[in-house]
């Protein structure tokens, strides 16, 4: 059982290094996909930012309003 598990462990260790050894750097295309990532969560994050804001700002509105009123 051991030997099993320690070859394997040298398959794994060996193919690990080979993969290693043939990384070239990241190319345009990866870093492509990387400013769209970026892009898309900075778009989605001022969004719900923005939403939060504008509900914030129609309950002030209704909170002035309605001043007598007791606001939340």
Partial sequence: MFVYISTSLMYVRGRARELAAREQGITA???????AVVALLLVVGFFFLFTQIGQRFSTTASCVKNAPATCP
């Fill in 29 to 35: 295309v990866e870093y492509a996909l990387m400013v």
